[in-house]
T-cell receptor
């Protein structure tokens, strides 16, 4: 158990819908990262927050947005969902958000029908 | 462009040593990471290298040469439980920070 929690574990929804994925980092970690993993594209970095501020940005679609709240939990919002958004979404946390060890949560499996 | 290359699959025998190579081309460099991922599970951190040289951590070692854009992960005394995918990732510092992952090397350890 990494200490990072993600909810829900599974999510099934329809195209065009909007969903919110939630992540709670390990106690004491200030930085949160979001990743998408699909079978054909491997692990893709989406975005990183540090203490509530955006720190780094990957190839995150404009339909996706995220934020980190004052209690350091984070949410990833996915809107206008498409079939291709079906994937495993991982959240990770680290202490400083610099070159340090990231601890991954168990992931949320999103299925878009 | 930005690219990370690693072999797709490797097979080795229990008790042996295996080296998984990773080459990268990124616009900037601020660290290289190795992760292990068992099927259906989340990645777990193995090591990171920022400076050239070898970092050793138990049965696992990771090497970096920044001038060659090259790293390897060395696994010694292979065990069946080491059968997993190994992901190489670079923290790119080109304009803004981001993490770029290779597609992973699937290692199969045979008895």
């Amino acid at each position: 158990d990494s200490g990072v929690t993600q909810t829900p574990k599974h999510l099934i929804t329809a195209t065009g819908q909007r969903v919110t994925l939630r992540c709670s980092p390990r106690s004491g970690d200030l930085s949160v990262y979001w990743y998408q993993q699909s079978l054909d594209q491997g692990l893709q970095f989406l975005i990183q927050y540090y203490n509530g501020e955006e720190r780094a940005k990957g190839n995150i679609l404009e339909r996706f947005s995220a934020q980190q709240f004052p209690d350091l939990h984070s949410e990833l919002n996915l809107s206008s969902l498409e079939l291709g958004d079906s994937a495993l979404y991982f959240c990770a946390s680290s202490a400083t958000g610099l070159v340090d060890e990231q601890f991954f949560g168990p992931g949320t499996r999103l299925t878009v029908l | 462009g930005q690219n990370i290359d690693q072999p797709t699959e490797m097979t080795a025998t229990e008790g042996a040593i295996v080296q998984i190579n990773c080459t990268y081309q990124t616009s900037g460099f601020n660290g290289l990471f190795w992760y292990q991922q068992h099927a259906g599970e989340a990645p777990t951190f193995l090591s990171y290298n920022v400076l050239d040289g070898l970092e050793e951590k138990g049965r696992f070692s990771s090497f970096l040469s920044r001038s060659k854009g090259y790293s390897y992960l060395l696994l010694k005394e292979l065990q069946m439980k080491d059968s997993a995918s190994y992901l190489c990732a670079v923290r790119d510092l080109g304009g803004t920070y981001k993490y770029i992952f290779g597609t992973g090397t699937r290692l199969k350890v045979l008895a």
